[in-house]
């Protein structure tokens, strides 16, 4: 049986997304594998930002082997988390996957930009000069460099079935600059270089570059071009088709039959990336009206080489280096033209017919189709409100006293897993008690263990969705899906921006969660409160913000007296329903103690009876003793300002209490955080030195040297942070990717 390729699953692993360890782990599966310390090598290069000359061998070095290896499945397991599926299966695993199908997993756009109905041709000349020799240079120079194989083919059979003539093997280890070096020395006999193909079938050649070991798709050692054909169109119309299309042409040749061939650039890294540009490629095409002959997709698949008669006509070169300079100039390029921005609008009739504003999905807080955010610091129970607010839009209840209009809800799960995360739908259900009558309009994808960047996550949670009529997509927590820098003004104006996708293809709100910033935030308006860049504060329609009120002891023990009491009044119509308690004395616990010693007397078991009470109590206390007031305020775009709501959090629920109100926060808090940020400021870059040093110890052996990445990894910071601070610390030097302590020598 053929070994699998690890290096398949491999190319479906991006480097910059993995921890350092995660990076280690990989060589430890390819070095137990029988792989090379260049297949790790050449897979680590693609990490720009971290990858260092020699470092991939410096540590394989280091990977001697364990009782309980790393192996390949590691690696597949990476793979399969980042969508790749093994060659030769479907995700159901029993299907293979030929050249024909499907790997795009974007947006399936328009990308309708030309109308082939208005297409009237570009005529095309043949070469006045007949020189055939020169043909075939020009081509393999366009396409090749000199030291690399190429195969070509001019032994043909016919296929009488098929009435045509086909290509048989050719030949395939020679390099282009070895026939061109013939050619320019034949004085024309291109026969006597490359041998006199059969007249009426002309000449073929393969649109990649090979290994000289065979002709197959394994063959291909760069993943450079596509060839694109079809012979439904005229001509002259192709010509004009594939101009205009700006395609990132490097050749372009007539067949000698009835299709143009373009040897278009695609530029993969892999086989994986291939195929998927290839299939986008084509779908562009087809949608501007060139129905293409997908059997091309083949990375190995032969093209008509220019220099050759294919009956009574030639095979010749049109032209070179066509439309955009690369593959990513042409796909920039064509999101331009098809950029799905609307048309400007004139207002001129503005007052002619009433304006009909998105309905409201939480009255007087956010429509449907906006964007929400809601900020607070840890233990707010963000997670639970997210939860009661999902509830609360699939029954059409109120949320924070905020009426939701009801609708299908997908709650997207980063952090819990799918168990937990039904055990709290039910918690916050039973503790509500209005029961689960539309249940069934909360949908929940559970992806812990199998998030993906926000830019990989998105395309795929709207692919899903996009037949549910979802009215919301709540998001918990957006931590796990975070891309950039979180303090990055353009990094998390890309990273909003797929919420914005979402809220457009999937036309509901986006709800998600995000936490405060460190430090006191009495004094800061609720907007300027969450952690980050300010896109945090500007980007959503509507931002709600949750901050902990200080709640003194007689208030605590006022709401256990009411607990207690409320405890014991349950308890007497339980057990004694004819007993009578005047209405003041339900608010008295010394009364409330006598009335239940009295309805209990007399009745069978009271003891244990008062030991079951005592244990309600106890608990109820304890509720009590562990609940948290919050305070909630908005700022909102659609609607006015909305008086503040106040809350206990008793676990799982936020509970309104309007007592609250009366709290207020310190207006000293304002000045303790601008002292606290000065101080924080002036200690920062004394706190970075100790990190780095505390870092050093705990990671080197004997005080010997450590690599950059670790450091990083540890400090969970960027690479080049650390150079930074190793050049503020004179204790420690880098050389090589590797911080050593500085010694007498080093000055």
């Known amino acids: 049986m053929e070994k699998f390729n690890l290096l398949d699953p491999l190319a479906a692993i991006d480097p910059t997304m993995l921890s350092y360890q995660e990076w280690c782990d990989v060589g430890m599966a390819l070095k137990h594998e029988g792989y090379s310390v260049n297949d790790w090598d050449s897979w680590s290069r693609s990490d720009a930002g971290r990858y260092h000359e020699g470092e991939c061998e410096r540590k394989w070095n280091t990977f001697k082997g364990t009782n309980t290896p790393v192996t390949g499945a590691t690696i597949t397991q990476m793979a399969k988390n980042n969508g790749w599926q093994p060659h030769g299966s479907n995700p159901d695993g029993n299907e293979f996957i030929g050249?024909?199908?499907?790997?795009?997993?974007?947006?399936d756009k328009d990308y309708k930009i030309i109308n082939p109905d208005y297409i009237g041709g570009q005529a095309i000349k043949e070469p006045t000069a007949w020189n055939p020799a020169q043909q075939i240079i020009d081509y393999l120079k366009s396409l090749f460099d000199m030291g690399e194989v190429i195969r070509f083919v001019n032994d043909a059979w016919y296929d009488d079935n098929n009435d045509k003539w086909k290509p048989g093997n050719g030949v395939y280890t020679q390099t282009a600059g070895t026939i061109i070096e013939k050619l320019q020395k034949s004085n024309g006999d291109i026969g006597a270089v490359m041998g006199d193909p059969e007249p009426n079938a002309g000449a073929w050649i393969c649109v990649n570059p090979l290994d000289g070991k065979g002709t197959k798709n394994n063959n291909v050692t760069d993943y450079r071009y596509v060839l694109v054909e079809s012979d439904t169109m005229e001509l002259e119309k192709q010509n004009e088709l594939l101009r205009k299309l700006?395609?990132?042409?490097a050749t372009l040749s007539y067949s000698g039959s009835r299709s143009l061939h373009a040897v278009v650039k695609v530029d993969a890294a892999n086989l994986p990336q291939y195929q998927e540009r290839v299939d986008h490629l084509y779908k562009i095409l087809e949608k501007n009206g060139l129905r293409v002959d997908k059997q091309n997709k083949n990375p190995a698949r032969l093209t008509r080489l220019p220099g050759f008669q294919r009956g009574e006509k030639k095979q010749f070169l049109i032209a070179t280096n066509l439309g955009q300079d690369s593959?990513?100039?042409?796909?920039?390029?064509?999101?331009?033209?098809?950029?799905?921005?609307?048309?400007?609008?004139?207002?001129s009739d503005l007052f002619d017919k009433p304006i009909i504003l998105a309905p409201e999905l939480i009255s007087g807080v956010l429509r449907q189709g906006h964007k929400m955010l809601i900020a607070g610091p840890s233990k707010a129970g963000k997670s639970f409100a997210l939860i009661q607010l999902a509830i609360a839009i699939a029954e059409g209840w109120k949320w924070f006293n905020f009426q939701c209009q009801r609708g299908r809800v997908l709650y997207v799960n980063l952090e819990l897993d799918e168990r937990s995360a039904k055990k709290r739908f039910v918690e916050i259900y039973n503790t509500l008690g209005r029961g689960h009558e539309h249940?069934?309009?909360?949908?929940?994808?559970?992806l812990r263990g199998k998030t993906s960047p926000m830019d990989k996550l998105a395309p795929k949670l709207i692919r899903r969705a996009e037949k549910a009529e979802y009215k919301a997509v709540i998001i918990d927590p957006i931590y796990k899906v975070l891309t950039g820098d979180e303090n990055n003004?353009?990094?998390m104006s890309l990273f909003v921006n797929q919420f914005d996708l979402i809220a457009t293809e999937l036309k509901c709100s986006v709800i998600y969660a995000h936490h405060h910033s460190k430090g006191a935030q009495g004094g800061k308006a609720s907007m300027d409160r969450s952690s980050g860049s300010g896109v945090f504060a500007r980007d959503p329609d509507a931002i709600l913000d949750l901050i902990e009120l200080p709640v003194e002891e007689p208030r605590y023990d006022q709401r256990e007296n009411e607990a207690i009491c409320s405890v014991y009044q349950s308890a007497i119509k339980h057990f004694n329903s004819t007993y009578e308690i005047p209405l003041d004395d339900t608010f008295s616990?010394?009364?409330?103690?006598?009335?239940?010693l009295a309805a209990l007397s007399g009745l069978p078991n009271s003891k244990q009876i008062l030991k079951q009470i005592n244990e309600r109590k106890n608990a109820a206390v304890t509720a009590i003793r562990q609940a948290t007031a919050w305070r909630l305020s908005g700022t909102l775009r659609e609607f006015p300002k909305f008086a503040p709501v106040n809350a206990w959090f008793q676990y799982p629920i936020h509970v309104l209490d309007d007592s609250l109100q009366d709290i207020k926060i310190d207006d000293d808090q304002k000045t303790k955080w601008k002292k606290g940020t000065q101080k924080a400021n002036q200690s920062k870059s004394e706190k970075a030195q100790q990190e780095l040093e505390e870092a050093f110890n705990?990671?080197?052996?004997?005080?010997?040297?450590?690599?950059v990445n670790q450091i990083a990894d540890y400090l969970e910071v960027k690479r080049n942070t650390v150079y930074t601070r190793v050049k503020k610390n004179k204790k420690f030097i880098i050389e090589d990717g590797m911080i050593r302590k500085t010694n007498s020598n080093d000055n």
């Open 99 to 107: 050249w024909n199908d499907s790997f795009v997993t974007s947006i």
């Open 246 to 249: 700006e395609l990132p042409i």
């Open 327 to 347: 593959w990513d100039d042409w796909k920039d390029y064509i999101e331009d033209m098809n950029d799905n921005l609307p048309e400007m609008e004139n207002m």
């Open 439 to 446: 249940v069934s309009n909360i949908d929940v994808w559970n």
């Open 489 to 491: 003004a353009h990094d």
């Open 589 to 596: 616990l010394k009364q409330m103690s006598h009335h239940l």
């Open 698 to 707: 705990v990671l080197s052996v004997d005080g010997g040297p450590i690599e």
